[in-house]
Nanobody, 115 residues
Framework: QVQLVESGGGLVQPGGSLRLSCRAS????????MSWYRRAPGKERELVAR???????IYGNSVKGRFTISRDNVKNEVYLQMNNLKPEDTAVYYC?????????WGQGTQVTVSS
């Protein structure tokens, strides 16, 4: 069983930065695609960024140029560096691990962008 634990959320002013981390248990991390999703109040869940096992990366249109996803296969961690944050980035951010036809989700971490 894989467990994912996110950290790094919080309250930040517009234009500020946060770095989210997600640590995975188990031995399948390096073979897995890791993603960050978010869900804002009253909105659908959306993909923020994805990094594959071969380090191929995609970003959601709303975060391109501001967010950076990376991974450390030694630490079994994936990161989301978020710069120039906007109020519309306010959401619960979730880490997802995908491999073959399985997926695992973290419990989420709240990010609030407000002055």
């Amino acid at each position: 069983q894989v467990q994912l634990v996110e950290s790094g959320g919080g309250l930040v002013q517009p234009g500020g930065s946060l770095r989210l981390s997600c640590r995975a248990s188990g031995s399948i991390f390096s073979s897995s695609a890791m993603s960050w999703y978010r869900r804002a109040p009253g909105k659908e869940r959306e993909l923020v960024a994805r990094i594959g096992s071969r380090y191929n990366i995609i970003y959601g249109n709303s975060v391109k140029g501001r967010f950076t996803i990376s991974r450390d296969n030694v630490k079994n961690e994936v990161y989301l560096q978020m710069n120039n944050l906007k109020p519309e980035d306010t959401a619960v951010y979730y880490c997802r691990l995908g491999i073959d036809y399985q997926e695992y989700w973290g419990q989420g971490t709240q990010v609030t962008v407000s002055s």
